[in-house]
């Protein structure tokens, strides 16, 4: 990106910062009980929720992962958006409002209420902090990357910024500053991505573009074209590139062959005009096979149904997104909620596909330095240059600065409630010291961790979730004849599996063939099993089905208006 750009972009996004700082401390007049920081006292509505939800939901996975795995990837990145907007039917149709009528602050809450086991409550806490930290560090690794892409400044820079800006807002706002911060975050994270893709539309077909796209073989540079690479990568080679090649001072200029070749650190590429664009390692070279799912031969069905498992199911055991449905007044307004949810997403992910699309065909140079997370950020100006493109590279900065702060506090904001309640006693000033500790772990694990792409990371902690709480829930709210040791067994196993391939695949471990998709993607295994140890444990165990279990079932399923009321949650 320009300096002019860079500027351009830092301002804006700062102001959306200060913006989302704001309006979080609009909450804090108004907080006065755990109840509020918690579920926001049960009134917010189902439109402002549906923006809260929504504006919680669409991460960096959907914000730049999506737009980067289909630069990088073609048709086969469709899978993930596709999954998550599917997760919202799941939760539509099976979760949401049975779970708002439990009248539970948390997962851990309903679990407790449900199976009647405080070993129960204890390992669901546990799993919440998990899936919290796990979908942390993507969000904050991508503000690190953000920094670099404007500054030029350390990845760690962005990540320290973030987090401790993200735990202030959290400590002193809660549930309700939450709502306001989210849903302003989905109206200006829209915004910012539906105007560059418009212009960029139009820019593409005035330019007369697509009638120079190759339709087979590697992409090739228009014009010569400069490339940095700031961190190391391995490019791959389709045909012979001449390059000139500076690092540490020095320039050179080299012919590649066919084939892997490193690039160090802090490395400028130059390439002439017509020549093959390399592309970083994992990514399809070729553009017939961009266009062909399944093109690049490191993809089959397997992987497929793994992360479609992952992300559907995955969706319906998110603690941050579930802890919305206790927000709404009852179980119709959760329903709603979700309806209004699915329409948001469902228009909304359209977008980056079309922008990582764009980013293939019109910015190559993307390809070669590692970092087509940052493609929507950097598009603009590569594309239309001057102050055009530094004005509409600044608007999508500013909804990405959005989107990592609106989304970094909703994950803490769930990992805080339950070590508040859950650990510590309870009150509101434990909430505060819960969301400290919540939030120095994930910066921790973001500097330590391999940067994947996004959607990958985000893919990984979808599989943890969809191999613990989702069965929990699923068979919790529609099968009377689960038991505590059932759950307690189904999510050791499927927790146990998913994250241990999570953890591996986060810290750099590959596997070849079958084993490496599994490694990489485990839902296609793991879910199955949490789902199997859990119906087989508690059929074997039936003395331990909780002896209100019919009623329990009628209030989660019962409609408000008969009546019945909601079963509450004790709190301070």
């Known amino acids: 990106m320009s300096t002019a750009g860079s500027v351009v972009a830092l301002v804006l996004a700062g102001l959306a910062a200060v913006a989302v700082i704001v309006i979080g401390s609009l909450g804090v007049r108004v907080t006065r009980s755990t109840d509020d920081f918690l579920a926001a006292s049960r009134t917010v509505r189902s439109r402002a929720n549906a923006a809260a939800i929504a504006g919680q939901s669409l991460s960096v996975a959907s914000f730049l992962g999506v737009a980067g795995i289909v630069l990088t ?58 899936i919290g930290w796990l979908y942390l560090v993507p969000q904050l690794q991508a503000s690190g990357l953000v920094l670099m892409v404007l500054t030029g400044a350390p990845a760690w820079v962005g990540v320290l910024v973030v987090g401790l800006v993200v735990t202030a807002a959290v400590t002193f706002g809660g549930m309700r500053s939450m709502t306001l911060v989210q849903a ?14 418009v212009v960029l539309v139009a820019w593409f077909l005035g330019a007369g573009i697509a009638a120079n796209i190759p339709t087979a073989g590697p992409a090739t540079f228009d014009r010569p074209t400069t490339v940095t690479v700031h961190d190391p990568v391995l490019l791959q080679v389709v045909d012979p590139v001449t390059v000139q090649v500076t690092a540490d001072g020095a320039s050179r200029t080299l012919t590649w062959s066919p084939g892997p070749h490193p690039v160090g650190k802090d490395t400028t590429l130059a390439f002439p005009a017509g020549s093959a664009v390399p592309v970083v390692d994992g990514a399809v070279a070729d553009q017939q096979a961009w266009d062909r799912p399944f093109g690049s031969g490191e993809r089959n069905p397997l992987w497929v149904y ?14 941050h997104v579930l802890v919305r ?13 979700t309806v209004l949810v699915l329409a948001l997403l469902g228009g909304f992910s359209i977008v980056p596909i079309v922008l990582g699309a764009l980013a293939r065909l ?10 087509g997370d940052a493609a929507v950020l950097t598009l603009p100006s590569l594309a239309l240059g001057g102050w055009p493109g530094a004005a509409l590279g600044g608007l999508v900065a500013a909804g990405i600065a959005t989107t990592l702060l609106a989304v970094s506090a909703g994950l803490l904001l769930s990992v805080a409630g339950v070590l508040s309640s859950d650990v510590l006693p309870g009150r509101l000033g434990d909430f505060r010291i819960a969301a400290h500790v919540a939030g120095a772990v994930p910066i921790v694990l973001a500097l330590v961790m391999v940067r994947l792409d996004f959607a990958v990371s985000v893919a990984l902690a979808l599989a943890v979730a969809a191999s613990t709480f989702a069965p929990l829930l699923l068979l919790g709210i529609w099968w009377r004849g689960l038991t505590d040791r059932g759950a307690v067994a189904g999510i050791a196993v499927g927790g146990v599996l998913s994250l241990g391939a999570a953890v591996a695949t986060l810290f750099g471990a590959t596997l070849p063939g079958t084993a490496g998709i599994l490694l990489a993607q485990p839902a296609a295994v793991s879910v199955p099993l949490a789902v199997l140890t859990m119906v087989l444990v508690s059929r074997a165990t039936p003395n331990r089905v909780p002896a209100g279990v019919g009623r329990t079932l009628l209030r989660l399923h019962a409609p408000e208006r008969l009546g019945l009321g909601e079963m509450r949650v004790g709190r301070n």
């Open 73 to 130: 990837e073609g048709v086969d990145g469709l899978w993930y958006p596709l999954g998550f907007v599917a997760g919202f039917v799941v939760v539509l149709l099976f979760v949401a409002a049975p779970l708002r009528r439990s009248g539970a602050y948390t997962v851990p809450d309903f679990a407790e209420t449900r199976l009647d086991s405080a070993l129960l409550r204890t390992v669901t806490t546990m799993v919440v902090v998990v």
């Open 184 to 197: 302003y975050g989905f109206w200006l994270k829209a915004v910012a991505l539906v105007i560059p893709a």
């Open 306 to 319: 793994s992360l479609l498992l992952a992300t559907c199911l995955g969706v319906a055991g998110l603690p």
């Open 325 to 337: 449905y206790y927000t709404n007044p009852d179980g119709r307004a959760a329903r709603r909620s």
């Open 362 to 371: 019109s910015a190559p140079q993307l390809l070669v330095g590692g970092e």
